[in-house]
C-alpha cells in the first residue's frame, strides 16, 4: 500500500515536500517512483529511485529543481519540489514500479498506486 501526503498550494519559485509512504513490498518493484497526471494529459514519470541501489532517474523537466529520496527502512519516500511553476500542478501519485518498458511511462495492468495528492502552483 501507498498514501501520498504533503501536496498543496504554493506561489511559483515556492516548495513543496511530498511523501509516500509505503507498506510492504519493496521487493516486488524494481523502483518506486513519482507520477504526475494534469487534467487532460497522460500520466507521466517525473521521478524513480531504485530499490537495488538507490539510484535515481529524473525527467528532464524536474532535473534539477525535484529530488527524489527514501528514508533507510523504506518506509517513505520523498519528493522534494524546488522553484516550482505554474505547468508543474497536477496530481501527483507515488507508484511501485514493475512494468518492464520504459519506468517513466505507466503500463496497464502493473505496478501499484496511491490514490494522489493535488499540488497546485498559481500566483
Known amino acids: 500500500q501507498l498514501v501520498e501526503s504533503g501536496g498543496g498550494s504554493v506561489q511559483p519559485g515556492g516548495s513543496l515536500r511530498l511523501s509516500c509512504a509505503i507498506s510492504?513490498?519493496?521487493?516486488?518493484?524494481?523502483?518506486i517512483g513519482w507520477f504526475r497526471q494534469a487534467p487532460g494529459k497522460e500520466r507521466e514519470g517525473i521521478a524513480a529511485i531504485s530499490t537495488a541501489n538507490s539510484n535515481t532517474y529524473y525527467d528532464g523537466s524536474v532535473k534539477g529543481r525535484f529530488t527524489i529520496s527514501r528514508d533507510d527502512a523504506w518506509n517513505t519516500v520523498y519528493l522534494q519540489m524546488d522553484r516550482l511553476k505554474t505547468q508543474d500542478s497536477a496530481t501527483y501519485f507515488c507508484?511501485?514500479?514493475?512494468?518492464?518498458?520504459?519506468?517513466?511511462?505507466?503500463?496497464?495492468?502493473?505496478?501499484?498506486w496511491g490514490q494522489g495528492t493535488q499540488v497546485t502552483v498559481s500566483s
Open positions: 507508484a511501485g514500479i514493475n512494468w518492464l518498458r520504459n519506468w517513466a511511462v505507466p503500463e496497464a495492468g502493473f505496478g501499484a
Open positions: 510492504g513490498f519493496t521487493d516486488d518493484y524494481y523502483s
